[in-house]
């Protein structure tokens, strides 16, 4: 997607009434976020305080050294003095330097093994100096996030952990071990995916022609999509929805004067298989993969 792109769908989301803006280091766009974000706050549409920003930190800054110049990186690009929230990326750490997927000779991504807790306690830091109000993980499992919860000297647990969810892989599991230890489960790809070949393979399933969800959605007069994402709502996942198009941003946004029933929830919950569309298999034998554990 060309990066002009981002900007307009930033700006296009903020007008409808999104404030929760979920960007990262990977994805290359944070300059053209900002400058969106920006003109927003100069129109009059929002303050700074009314966005919630969040980012993320890149697998090749998992050191704890490269951690806060990471942030401020990111910081730089967006024009903003904080970000609402600050996360791990992914658990395990790649070849430190400037190649956003480092490779090998062969073509092979590059990982290297740095201790979670100690790019934690650097995530801390970034809090304490002020320039993230809070801190979490994404693509953790339970146990990774029982290493940072049981780390000695913890000073902040993870406020949240961002997954792929979706009514293919509802991580029920994962989602009632967050709700216990007071963890906000964030759900990403929760229409589906983007199915980008880099990451997806081609011939995994299209959620949103699930006929379960299009009869659902039928008999609320609305689209498969907002079903996929009020079914997290009423879970209690907050939910990211990506998309360029005008239409889809707003129709994405009018999911809050419609419930679906408990017989909706119950046949939508019974659609998961378990179904995981990014499954990161080039990190599969690194000690921190976190798709190797049921939850």
């Known amino acids: 997607t060309p990066k002009s792109q981002a900007a307009e769908a930033t700006k296009v989301a903020i007008d409808v009434g999104f404030h929760h803006i979920d960007s990262a280091y990977l994805y290359q766009n944070e300059e053209e976020v900002g ?16 966005i919630f920003y969040t980012t993320k930190l890149w697998a090749t800054f998992l050191r704890p050294e490269l951690v806060r110049p990471a942030l401020e990186s990111s910081l ?6 904080y970000v609402d929230l600050f996360i791990i990326h992914v658990p395990f750490a790649m070849k430190a330097g400037e190649e956003l997927l480092p490779k090998n000779a062969s073509g092979e991504i590059i990982l290297e ?12 830091k970034c809090k304490d100096a ?10 953790f499992n339970h146990k990774l ?4 919860l049981n780390k000695p000297g913890l000073k902040y647990k993870p406020t949240c952990n961002q997954v792929e969810c979706h009514p293919y892989l509802n991580q029920s599991k994962l989602l009632e071990f967050c709700k216990s230890k007071d963890i906000v489960l964030v759900a ?11 990451w997806v393979d081609p011939d995994s399933p299209h959620l949103l022609e699930e006929p379960i969800l ?3 959605a039928k008999k609320h007069s609305r689209s498969p999509g907002q079903v996929a994402l009020r079914y997290q709502l009423q879970r209690g996942v907050v939910v990211l929805a990506k998309s360029f198009s005008q239409k889809r941003i707003e129709e994405n946004f009018q999911i809050f004067d419609f419930e679906l029933t408990p017989e909706d929830m119950k ?12 499954k990161l298999q080039f990190a599969a034998n690194h000690p921190y993969f976190p798709f190797s554990e049921e939850y």
């Open 35 to 50: 400058q969106a974000i920006w003109e927003k706050i100069a129109d009059g549409t929002v303050k700074r305080e009314d």
């Open 76 to 81: 730089k690009k967006l024009g903003l003095d």
């Open 113 to 124: 093994t740095v201790d979670l807790c100690d790019t934690w306690e650097a995530l801390e």
């Open 130 to 139: 002020g320039l993230t109000k809070s801190i979490g993980v994404s693509n």
């Open 145 to 148: 996030l029982e290493l940072i």
């Open 188 to 198: 990403y790809s929760a229409l589906g995916s983007q199915r980008d070949p880099q």
């Open 214 to 216: 299009k009869s659902i």
């Open 267 to 278: 046949a939508i919950d019974g659609l998961n298989r378990n179904l995981r569309y990014d």
